[in-house]
C-alpha cells in the first residue's frame, strides 16, 4: 500500500501561514510515502515568494519527506513581460527545481511530472509532443504490477469547476494528451489548477482515455477559494493499479479534519467507487 499526499495551488503570496504550518504537522503526523505538490507554488513568481516557497519545500525535506512538485501558471512572470518570454520558470528552477519532469518510483508506483505552465497563455496550460514521448517511454518500461501516476498541474481533461457544473478549458493538445496517456498505461492522472476538488473516470470525462482515472485537488493553502470550498488538499492510498482510496483532507478553521473515505476500483471497463466504511 503506497499512501500519497496531494496537495496544489499552495500560492505564496497569498497563503494563510497558520494553514502551511497545519500542513505540515499533518504530514508529519501521517508520514506518506510521496508528497506532491502539482503547481502554483506561489502567487506572482516574485523572488520573495519563491524564498517563501522553497522554504516550505526544504521543511518538508528536512522532515523526510519525499517531494514531487511540477510548476503552475502562477509561477511564470505575468507582469514581468520579459522574463516571462525570455526565462519563463528561471526562478521556480533556482528557487524549487531544475527538474520540470521529476519522476518517483518505489516497489508500489511510478510517478511521472510535466510541467504545463506555458509564457504565451495567463492561465491555460499545454502538453507538448516531447512531453508526450517523455510519459511513453517513462511508463513503458515500468512493471505491470506498478500503479502508473501522471502528475500536472492543468487537468488533462476539462472539469466542472462552477457550482452550476459548467467545465474548465482542457489542456492544450488536449487529445494528443490523452491519447499518449493511455498509450502510457496510466492508472492516475494527478492535477490542480480550478482550486477544486473532483475526481472522476477520464472515460467517463473523454472518449478513448483508457483506464485512468483523473483527480483534482483543490488550493491547500491559498486564501483565493473558489465557490466557497475551504483549502484542502487529497490522500491516497493506493493498493493496486485497479484499487486505491481518496479521502479529502479539508481545513476546518482550527486544524484539517479528514473527510469520508472513497474506494475506487476498476471493473476492467469502468471504475466504480464507493464509501470505505
Known sequence: ?????????????ANDPKIVAATEAWLQARQPDLVIISGDLTQRARVSQFRQAAAYVNRLRAAGHNLLVV???HDVPLY???RRFAAPLQRYKRYISNDLCPWFENDEISVLGINTARSLTIKDGRVNREQIALMKGRFAAVSSSKTKILVTHHPLFSMPIGAGGELSEA???HDEAVKGACEAGVHIALAGHFHRTYAESARKMAEKA???IIIQAGTATS???RNAEPQSFNWLEVASHDRFS???IAWG???FLEGSKVAFTYDGGEWQSRKDL
Open 253 to 255: 478553521g482550527t486544524s
Open 171 to 173: 489542456v492544450g493538445r
Open 1 to 13: 500500500m503506497a499512501a500519497i499526499a496531494h496537495l496544489s495551488d499552495i500560492h505564496f503570496g
Open 246 to 248: 481518496l479521502q479529502v
Open 80 to 82: 514581468d513581460v520579459v
Open 71 to 73: 510548476p503552475g501558471n
Open 223 to 225: 486564501t483565493r477559494l
Open 210 to 212: 483508457g483506464s485512468a
